[in-house]
């Protein structure tokens, strides 16, 4: 009712899985997602609904309540769903188990590759295309680590979803707060080989999809608006190549900006 005061017709709910409102422990309650689907989309106004994020587990338990939302709420591969946003952290299944051991759960620390596989077929066979997270330096992070997660990353080669890497932060209450944050200085071949993976795959995919993203509203605005995030796309990938075959400009050209937005930061690069 809030969203609809506001003007908005979408009701996204915030939460660190969606699809496990109302489970008792890590066991999917089927019948309360759909109840809270079905009650949102009944209110009058209210046109859409989604979750802001979910668990490749919970995906992989629950394959048929991901069909199901599909079906009630009208995705299909001409009206696709952008999300949710997901973490896949890092293919290594000995970080997975020494710092996320629950992740995973109710499967195995030693299964999260494979649970990451599946549940992004699942996903994209509804036509739910996420926005995948990684930590790039986790504390303790090794070649073999990074190597695994660069053979997570090219199973999923092919699927419709961005990868986006994200350098390690201590933050404040977890048990890594004591931790070094990762810096671009500290950058080893194995993680740029990671970072240009991801990147990569992200700007092929969003080539893909961008016409799909804009098939309604205002012709007009739609073409132009359009025709400016195919520049940006262009101009990205052009970027990444100039990177990939001098990783060290990257770190120049941001050794002296101080980055107080991502605002900046488009500002500096372009």
Same mark, same amino acid.
């Given at each position: 009712m809030v969203n609809l005061h506001g003007g908005s017709h979408h009701a996204s709910f915030i939460t660190d899985d969606g699809l496990r409102y109302g489970a008792k422990g890590v066991e999917v309650n089927r019948e309360a997602v759909l109840d809270l689907y079905k009650s949102v989309l009944a209110i009058n106004g209210i046109d859409s609904v989604s979750i802001a994020h979910a668990s490749f587990p919970t995906i992989v338990e629950a394959p048929d309540l991901i069909h199901e939302l599909s079906e009630i709420c009208g995705i299909t591969k001409k009206e696709p769903l952008i999300g949710p946003q997901i973490g896949l952290e890092t293919g290594s299944s000995r970080l997975i188990r020494k710092y996320m051991i629950g992740k995973p759960r109710p499967y195995k620390p030693e299964e999260w590759p494979e649970i990451v596989i599946q549940a992004t077929q699942i996903l994209n066979d509804n036509y739910w295309y996420p926005c995948t997270t990684l930590?790039?330096?986790?504390?303790?992070?090794?070649?073999?680590?990074?190597? !695994?997660?660069?053979?997570?990353?090219?199973?999923? !080669?092919?699927?419709?979803?961005?990868?986006?890497?994200?350098?390690?932060?201590?933050?404040?209450?977890?048990?890594?707060?004591?931790?070094?944050?990762?810096?671009?200085?500290?950058?080893?071949?194995?993680?740029?080989?990671?970072?240009?993976?991801?990147?990569?795959?992200?700007?092929?995919?969003?080539?893909?999809?961008?016409?799909?993203?804009?098939?309604?509203?205002?012709?007009?605005?739609?073409?132009?608006?359009?025709?400016?995030?195919?520049?940006?796309?262009?101009?990205?990938? !052009?970027?990444?190549?100039?990177?990939?075959?001098?990783?060290?400009?990257?770190?120049?050209?941001?050794?002296?900006?101080k980055l107080n937005s991502m605002k900046e930061l488009m500002k500096h690069i372009l």
């Open positions: 930590i790039i330096g986790l504390p303790d992070e090794n070649e073999d680590d990074i190597l !695994k997660t660069i053979e997570l990353i090219d199973e999923l !080669k092919g699927s419709k979803q961005w990868l986006f890497p994200l350098f390690f932060v201590a933050m404040g209450g977890s048990i890594l707060e004591k931790e070094k944050t990762f810096t671009l200085e500290e950058m080893t071949q194995a993680h740029w080989d990671l970072l240009f993976e991801c990147w990569e795959h992200s700007v092929k995919f969003s080539k893909e999809i961008v016409d799909r993203l804009f098939s309604s509203g205002n012709v007009l605005t739609r073409r132009i608006t359009k025709t400016f995030v195919k520049k940006g796309i262009s101009l990205a990938e !052009k970027y990444l190549d100039e990177i990939r075959k001098n990783p060290e400009m990257l770190m120049d050209s941001l050794k002296n900006v």
